[in-house]
């Protein structure tokens, strides 16, 4: 007997490219059906069969305060009723501006868009209008979305399929996309001084979290800091994931290193389709229509998408102890399935910062694109496999990372320990 999740897919694979419309859902890295979800709530998703899983993947990110959250569940259908989109400027776009600007330090000036991609797309674009350079330095392992100049030695689906660079991207796109490597300073410098005066920017994961999670080495991220500066290229930080996750402000606050722009996407919107890029207002005012670098989009800024974004926002500014609780709660997580790994037979790597988290199956350390691509990930399919069996849902690649929430109970982590200690020991 078919299950509902192989009839759909094979129905979907019919009429969607691959069957789904992201590559990672199409479990194609551990060789799967995927399951087809019907809901979620708190830190449990459920699927077709009705079968019930511990999350984390949480919408890779979005979900920090877990699935269905009240608050934010009421906030859609309050700003439903009055009409889905107007393409026109509303209260909700102000207050959201207002409170992003008011948490994250530096952000003067932030203007919404749709997704990471087009946020990350859209920086780039500003950084380029700001200096008149062409050229961009991103990290290989680093993913930013799938605008054309950016899958270069990409990370996330493109890393898992193994495809570094997309087809269908002309050299053109990519000719001015330098790739460095992550945690090494001087492949940044050695970049610069091979094009002086060129660069525009340097993007970057300030944590690696599309190579599976590389954490960033003591001084990396201050380096980059110091070489924009030395260059007067614009600094973007990359916190479609980090942002809102490590701390109120993110990356910058949680590694006390400011970025000159900034990019947003998954928390911002609560589970809705939001992205947000934004920083120093000399370099925003540099943006359409006050300035001459075009951006635009039907739905940014969309009253429904605000509204989950702004309850999801507004929780985490005034729920005190948010952040400590849930970094605490992920060290104690982290740590003991650190203590299993070092018990267990085998090579692993156990990366972690704050709610975000990798077991790498490799004896390397794991600090960057060629040390996370030495994992077995075979292995991992394995491992993978057993979790999904005993009701734990991880991410369906090796390249990607554990998400947690302030949804996720102390028994479930607990639970989840088990099963990886059953498994590896
Ligand atoms: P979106 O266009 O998918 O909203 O955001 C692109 C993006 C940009 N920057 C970073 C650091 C990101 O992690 C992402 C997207 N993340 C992946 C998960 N690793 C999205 C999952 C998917 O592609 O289905």
Known sequence: MMSESQELFDRARRCIPGGVNSPVRAFGNVGMTPRFITRAKGDRIYDEEGREYIDFVGSWGPMILGHAHPAVLEAVEKAAVDGLSFGAATRREVEMAELICGIVPGMEMIRMVNSGTEAVMSAIRAARGFTGRDKIIKFA???????????????????????????GVPA??????LTAVYNDPDSVRELFEANPGQIAAVIVEPVGANMGVVPPAKGFLESLRAICDEHGSVLIFDEVITGFRLAPGGAQEYFGVSADLCTYGKIIGGGMPVGAYGGKKAIMEKIAPLGSVYQAGTLSGNPVAMAAGLAQLSILREKK???????????????????????????????????????????????????????????FREYFSYMLEQGIYLAPSQFEAIFLSGAHTGEDLDRTISAIRRYLI
């Open 141 to 167: 392992g680093c993913y930013h979305g799938h605008s054309d100049a950016m899958l270069v030695k990409a990370g996330s689906g493109v890393m898992t399929q193994g495809i570094p660079d997309s087809a």
């Open 172 to 177: 053109g796109c990519t000719a001015d996309t």
């Open 321 to 379: 102890d948010f952040y400590s609780d849930l970094n605490r709660k992920s060290d104690r997580f982290f740590g003991e399935i650190g203590k299993i790994l070092e018990e267990a037979d085998g090579d692993f790597c156990l990366n972690h910062v704050g709610s975000l988290g990798c077991i790498f199956f490799t004896g390397t350390e794991v600090t960057n694109y060629t040390s996370a691509g030495s994992s077995d990930t075979n292995r």
